[in-house]
């Protein structure tokens, strides 16, 4: 028999005192509603713990009176991974966990706990003369547990590696209320299974993260960024091939763009005019960041090498910071250019990069096939084989109708994304909008394997229910 | 009842005909014996599958009736983890499970059978114009399956990462003999808890890796190689931080040596010379690698600024081929040439990169004080934190006796290691050799963790019963 609303919340009262439990309607709103407005359930209450002993407690008290947590941290997220699902969970938030544990420049890395936002995190990495490399759009609310809890990605990953990569060691509180003490600052350890990689990722459903050790870097001398005209996705990913073997490392972004995201930069007044000199179908964002004491110039001298090479047709380099500024301005309003354009219906996908040209060229005659008039907008981070795959409504076509339609698009464009070898998450994990979904396409015995730890892990089922594994 | 050796060859040779299994004692030696000898036991056959459909069937009937299965690859791990322990097990050798399923050098990455070994694998990256940088002593003989069993390391962790970082997924036998079907070449892909870096590290205890796809990069235009007198570890640590804020991910090594390892060389006749002007009580060995385009001399110019800042008092840059050759090969004799010193003490340990000195200092205070006359000879990884914790006998001393006290030698190390949050286990793993030491300086939660999951995957422990977990 599951507690009451009328049970739940004089524990949780009696665990964190008043002000640390929420269990108001309306004071709830910003807790179960999420950024894209998708979900719409309820919760019993939000527990705000200020300790990780608090995190301990309520975990202790909900695996003993059978109690569904969902751990919360930014609410930024995409799939509806840390908002309701069955309505009778108690979301934890651990916005309060906020500190710095331990900074250590010199040996290159920060300890944090969890409830830090991302820009608060790449704040404290400046202040020691470092750099914390991770850049999503949303860093200004999430924070470190939820980054770490999704494996957040961004436009770095290419060179610094994604969420899980940036992370050394992790302290989490378990299903029982166990901590798990991994928050170490090794580059090397070999002594047992990878527990943290484990976590990082899990969504919330294994443990939650309370504390992490993250990698700092050197914060780079210069960058030496250019938009550069493109005729094919093939003929960006030549050149990707060429620059990466230029810059090696040091290429820290190599961003893809259509046409028809500056088209519609232009149109709706985000854009003053055409980037470059002269139009092209395709566009390539290109990045290089320069170590300190090393070489300027490396990036003009690769472009004219493209230029000759016959890859590059046209193209801009930034002379000034504000001009560096309106190039990645154009990359980042991609997205919300979209919306100002009417519907669309998103993808966030991956395939092996050499796959790229690939999964746009048959992606988009899929989903045109499906819905005819669709405009793709195909856009994003190719040097990681990670694309945007979203389309805009048909020019004058009615955007709910539209977004009704969407399941045919989204057949479509996984059906190509399945057959290259792909993924169906790339970044934003599976939450409670992928469930069905990863059912279908995920390799039978991983399922089996994630189930058997779920289980060995969360023997109750207390955290996240239904989210990940359904 | 568990099977006797006159049931379990004959079942062998059913499922993998006469050439696939090997049962005298005698033809089993090499299979048996690994490379320090400090295990001795007999296993009931060794199977030597030639194909993922012959590991799956050896698996299927070993869960089925119950028979230990011991995963082995090159047969080259230093803690026992790939030997018997019982005496009742079957040996699994993925020797023959060699092969070259594909290679992309434009995305960037290969995918090996598990059996090719890891200096094949560098000449198959090499073949196509790219570069697999993982180097260890042993590469002649590591095989992939094992070097991500084992998480393997080497000299140039700091920029490109251990084995775990250096793979994009695998393929592995699980113990009931279904097939994890995990071999993408995804830079990014969150459907999922991870379960490729809960396999990679594992040591055999919870699948057989039989296929990997693993990263390529871009050969470097060039390497800059020298060797740096420095004061002391506080003072190269110091100058790891300079480097690296110079260098960024383009400095691949920055290995510590003590002025004793120097002296040892000169004494049996490894090293004709000083290696520099002056003689120095610690070295540094610091290499970068120049990316294609990148302009040259970013080493002078970085150890000039280093000889200003005091950090360097003296010091020689590699100008030829031979001269780089040299200077690697003070490095990495250090270990041969503790060998001809007497009998040495050795552990594989690492701290947080700002810890070393501290752990040289302490460690080396305790060691003396357990066992006068020792001979600390501590050298390798320092921008990792890992070092070769090593002690040579007291000159004249007994080499056997000298062995006989190794445990106080351990207890006084591994006490220091762990009061700086260190790991008893930086690239070596915990095989056999470290079992008991592993439950004493585990976090009790990530060995409850660790437990769990063996038996959610393992549920009859057949898979390297007694490794890691004991």
Chains 1, 2 share one sequence.
């Not at 699902?85 to 710095?100: A, P, Q, Y």
């Not at 504000?322 to 991609?334: D, H, Y």
């Not at 048909?394 to 993924?423: K, N, T």
């Amino acid at each position: 028999m599951p507690l009451s609303k009328d049970q739940i919340v004089p524990a949780l009262v009696q665990l964190l005192g008043e002000t640390g439990v929420v269990s108001e309607v309306g004071d709830m709103a910003g807790y179960v509603s999420e950024p894209r407005h998708r979900f719409h359930k309820q919760a019993q209450a939000v527990a705000l713990p200020r300790t990780v002993a608090e995190v301990q407690a309520v975990m202790e008290w909900a695996n003993e009176v059978g109690v569904h947590i969902i751990p919360q941290a930014g609410n930024t997220g995409l799939v509806g991974g840390q908002v309701p699902l069955f309505e009778d969970e108690v979301i934890l938030s651990i916005s309060r966990l906020k500190g710095v544990r331990n900074v250590d420049a010199a040996a290159g890395h920060m300890t944090l706990d969890a409830g830090t936002t991302l820009q608060e995190a790449h704040d404290i990495a400046e202040d020691a003369g470092m750099m914390f490399p991770l850049y999503i759009a949303s860093q200004g609310s999430a924070r470190i547990g939820g980054v770490l809890g999704s494996n957040a990605g961004g436009v770095q990953v290419l060179s610094y590696g994604n969420a899980r990569e940036l992370c050394l060691g992790v302290e989490a509180v378990m299903a029982d209320g166990s901590i798990y003490k991994g928050l170490n600052a090794l580059r090397k350890d070999n002594t047992g299974y990878d527990l943290k990689d484990l976590l990082v990722g899990s969504e919330g459903t294994l443990g939650i993260i309370t504390a992490a050790t993250l990698k700092l870097f050197p914060k780079p001398d210069a960058h030496e960024t250019a938009l550069l005209n493109v005729a094919s996705p093939e003929a960006a990913l030549e050149l990707f091939a060429m620059m990466r073997a230029r810059a090696g490392n040091t290429l820290t972004a190599f961003e893809l763009m259509p046409r028809i995201g500056i088209d519609f930069q232009l149109k709706h007044g985000m854009m003053a005019q055409d980037p470059t000199a002269e139009m092209s179908d395709w566009y390539v964002l290109v990045e290089i960041s320069v170590p300190k004491g090393g070489a300027a110039g490396g990036l003009s001298q690769a472009v004219e090498s493209a230029f000759e090479a016959g890859l590059v047709s046209n193209g801009v380099i930034a002379e000034t910071l504000s001009q560096r500024e309106a190039l990645w301005n154009a990359r980042e309003q991609m997205s919300e250019v979209q919306s100002r354009e009417g519907a669309s219906i998103k993808h966030d996908v991956s395939v092996p990069v050499a796959a790229v040209p690939e999964l746009i060229a048959r992606g988009s005659e899929a989903a045109q096939k499906a819905v005819p008039g669709i405009r793709p907008v195909p856009f994003g981070h190719l040097g990681d084989g990670n694309i945007h795959f979203n389309f805009s409504q048909p020019e004058g076509a009615d955007g709910m109708a539209f977004m009704d339609g969407a399941d045919a698009v989204h057949d479509a464009v996984y059906a190509v994304v399945r057959d290259l070898g792909g993924s169906v998450s790339a970044e934003h994990g599976i939450g409670q909008l992928k469930t069905g979904l990863l059912k279908q396409v995920k390799d039978p015995v991983a399922l089996k394997m994630m189930k058997a730890i779920k289980s060995a892990l969360d023997p109750k089922g207390i955290l996240n229910p239904g989210k990940v594994l359904g």
